[in-house]
């Protein structure tokens, strides 16, 4: 199993889960993403996520070993759209098995927020004023 992917066309969580199940994991933990319809008091119509695909993965698998090394973790893998998505959308996905919740819990965490803060995927909000605008997720 690739551990972190980016993907162009919506996915099924149902495979990534069952790639997680293991008979030495008592919990799993996981995270979901979606296009939500407003930003900072602005309503939005959709946004398109630009991502440089070698580095991102190459960097979102890095997050995915530093979770396996740091949290009491059996497996973890995350998935991350780019292109085009609607509101409602599921933009990223998070899945840790473990023995122990604890450390599904903290290792989702970790993960979410590290693809956020170190992966190169950058945000165009489109609004319904017609504005627009770049963020980093």
């Given at each position: 199993m690739t551990?972190?992917?980016?993907?162009?066309?919506?996915?099924?969580?149902?495979?990534?889960?069952?790639?997680l199940l293991d008979d030495r994991a008592g919990g799993y933990a996981s995270?979901?993403?979606?296009?939500?319809d407003h930003h900072q008091g602005r309503a939005?119509?959709?946004?398109?996520?630009?991502?440089?695909p070698a580095l991102a993965e190459r960097e979102g698998a890095a997050v995915i070993d530093e979770a396996l090394a740091r949290f009491?973790?059996?497996?973890?893998?995350?998935?991350?759209?780019?292109g085009e998505l609607?509101?409602?959308?599921?933009?990223v996905w998070v899945?840790?098995?473990?023995?122990?919740?604890d450390g599904?819990?903290?290792a989702c965490r970790y993960i979410i927020d590290e693809v956020k803060v170190r992966v190169p995927?950058?945000?165009?909000?489109?609004?319904?004023?017609?504005?627009a605008g770049w963020l980093h997720p």
């Open positions: 551990r972190f992917r980016l993907a162009a066309e919506p996915f099924d969580i149902a495979p990534l889960r069952a790639a995270f979901e993403g979606w296009v939500r939005v119509s959709g946004l398109y996520y630009e991502a440089y009491d973790i059996i497996d973890a893998c995350c998935v991350h759209r780019h609607a509101t409602g959308e599921l933009a899945g840790v098995s473990a023995a122990h919740r599904a819990f903290a995927i950058w945000k165009h909000e489109r609004y319904l004023d017609g504005d």
